[in-house]
Structures are given as C-alpha cells and as structure tokens.
C-alpha cells in the first residue's frame, strides 16, 4: 500500500438535493451498539452483555457564514423556525469523501435527515474572526461506502 492510498480527511464535499455545499467541518460520523447488561442468579463475577439498539450522534456541520442561502439553510430555517405546523420533511444527505483526483473514495449516506439545530457563533467586536454557521441534522441510520480507483 503507497502513502498516496491513505484517505485524508481535509478534502470532502456534502451533497443536498443534487447540491453541493462547501463546509469547513462534518462531525458526527459514527455509530454505536447499546448493550444491556443481565445479572445471572448466583453468578456474582461478571454480567452477561447483550447488544440492544445501534445509536447514532447528530451529523454536525460547520462553515463561515456566507449570504447566499442554498436549499439546505432554506430547509433548515423553514423545518426549525416552522413550529412544527407542517410535517418535518426528512431528505437523504450525502458526505462523500474525495481523493487527490477529485473522485469519490468513500461516500456515507445519512438516511431520513431532518434538521434539528441551527446556530451562529457569538459574534464579539473586540475578536477578528468568521461568524460560524452551524448546522445539526437527525437521522435514521447512514451507510458507508467504499469506491474502489480505477487506477
């Protein structure tokens, strides 16, 4: 294996309805299996681990704030800042993870997203820096793919 083969995690782009949209950080990109512990009668050394449920962190997003709105802050300002009077629309977004030849090396697909957080960074006169859009987004489950090079 070359040291070219190794993914970078600086070089990645989000998609939203067939858009792309730039963000300086995602986190949120795991996965876990709950487990229910069981105390057997008698048995005074140890717990039997059972797995439960898979849970799943929100997907966070984070950019400097620009003033062009992509249908991405308009979903997440008509979803947040609707009052829950029409039903939360959930769509599918896609992190994919790019190589050095701008293609797809690894791509998640975050299932039935829905927008559950929408932030600003505190904005202070005396500090000289970017205002911080952020974004969290729920969902049902994500999967992870893997693009294999054509090289």
Known sequence: MASNDFAVSFYFELLFKGEKIAFQEITGLSQELNVEEIVSGGENRFKHKLPTTATYQNLGLKRALIPVTSKLVTWCKSTIGGGLINRVETNDVYVNLLGA????SMKWT???????????SDLRSQDNSLVIESIDLAYTYFEISSIKSSN
């Open 101 to 104: 030849n701008q293609q797809v």
């Open 110 to 120: 975050f299932h039935k997203a829905w927008p559950v957080k929408y932030a600003f």
